[in-house]
């Protein structure tokens, strides 16, 4: 399913919204995430820290996690959209593109760059993902 701009500005739009959701008291960066199924389905996260900082969930694991309760084992991630609160660069971490690779190679990362909104597949923003062999 190719990506409208209804779909962009739908993620975009959902990932705001499930930012003003996140609960950071610890680093105050409130993060926002929503994914886009191959079935059109959307699902939200937001950050959720914990005083136990490697405890913590990230918006787009979140996102993730939502969208695999849902669809199942058989989820295909066709895009993601990541919005932070603060200003600059701001794509997911490494151990989320690891988790989102296990569901969409090719994926759609939306999030903002450095000159602004930043589109790139998943595969170019994490090259040589770990895979195990099936």
């Not at 389905?41 to 405890?55: P, Q």
């Not at 999030?111 to 595969?123: I, K, M, N």
Request: glycine residues 8%.
């Amino acid at each position: 399913m190719p990506m409208t701009e209804k779909n962009h500005r739908d993620l975009w739009q959902a990932a705001t919204e499930a930012r003003s959701r996140a609960y950071a008291p610890y680093s105050r960066i409130r993060v926002g995430a929503s994914l886009l199924t191959a079935r059109g389905a959307v699902y939200t996260g937001a950050n959720v820290e914990n005083a136990s900082y490697g405890l913590s969930l990230c918006a787009e694991r979140a996102a993730l996690a939502q969208a695999v309760a849902a669809e199942g084992p058989e989820l295909r991630v066709q895009a993601l959209a990541v919005v932070s609160d603060q200003p600059g660069p701001f794509a997911p971490c490494g151990a989320c593109r690891q988790m989102l690779f296990e569901f969409g190679p090719q994926a759609l990362v939306l999030f903002q760059g450095d000159a602004g909104p930043t589109e790139v597949p998943l595969s170019e923003l994490f090259p040589h993902a770990f895979q195990l062999p099936r």
